[in-house]
């Protein structure tokens, strides 16, 4: 079995004799796409149509399917083991700063973020690149680690699409800003 790149000439007539080895070729991607063996694909793009162009990156997979909302539970159920856009992330980050009301911010790593500032007592704005489609159902998950703080309040997008906000509280759970250097302050968007 040969697996690679199937390539056609640019013009071929109406009774152009195809020649055996081309048809080998494409059995043989078609069977090892199948099997699992290959060929690999430079991206996947998924829009419940089918036979459109691809306009997808490479090495990315495009989902077009979204979940069922609900507002009350039961809530809708999907397909398990399925992936729809709810469940990809949106926006992702990692990053530090000092503490007190002027800190420095400094970004480690991520995508879709465009700026990370403070935008009053104890509350970081996480501001994105690209806006978000429906910012009230996104979901937005964080973490810190940081002596003195005792709760970390994330406030979402709400009908917010350009950005989230990730708050620190006191044990009154008052918001406050950092008392020492925060080593790590994680968050992962979902539900766009």
């Given at each position: 079995?040969?697996?690679?790149?199937?390539?056609?000439p640019s013009s071929w007539s109406f009774g152009t004799v195809?020649?055996?080895?081309?048809?080998?070729?494409?059995?043989?991607?078609?069977?090892?796409?199948?099997?699992?063996?290959?060929?690999?694909?430079k991206a996947l793009q998924v829009d419940g149509v089918g036979g459109n162009a691809s306009t997808?990156?490479?090495?990315?997979?495009?989902?077009?399917a979204t979940g069922a909302f609900g507002t009350s539970t039961p809530?809708?159920?999907?397909?398990?083991?399925?992936?729809?856009?709810?469940?990809?992330?949106?926006?992702?980050g990692y990053y530090t700063c000092t503490a007190g009301a002027s800190p420095t911010?400094?970004?480690?790593?991520?995508?879709?973020?465009?700026?990370?500032?403070?935008s009053g007592t104890g509350v970081h704005s996480v501001n994105f690149v690209t806006s978000a489609t429906n910012g009230a159902n996104a979901i937005v998950v964080a973490g810190a680690s940081q002596p003195g703080v005792t709760q970390?309040?994330?406030?979402?997008?709400?009908?917010?699409?350009?950005?989230?906000?990730?708050?620190?509280?006191?044990?009154?759970?008052?918001?406050?800003?950092?008392t020492a250097a925060l080593t790590r302050i994680t968050f992962v968007v979902y539900g766009i």
């Open positions: 079995m040969s697996i690679g790149l199937i390539t056609s195809v020649p055996s080895t081309w048809l080998q070729n494409v059995q043989d991607n078609i069977n090892g796409l199948i099997g699992g063996t290959g060929p690999t694909l997808q990156p490479t090495g990315t997979i495009g989902v077009s809530t809708p159920t999907i397909a398990v083991g399925n992936i729809y856009k709810e469940l990809i992330p949106f926006s992702y911010i400094s970004l480690l790593g991520g995508f879709n973020v465009s700026s990370i500032t403070r970390l309040t994330v406030y979402g997008l709400g009908g917010n699409n350009t950005a989230c906000a990730i708050g620190f509280n006191n044990s009154s759970g008052a918001n406050t800003d950092p």
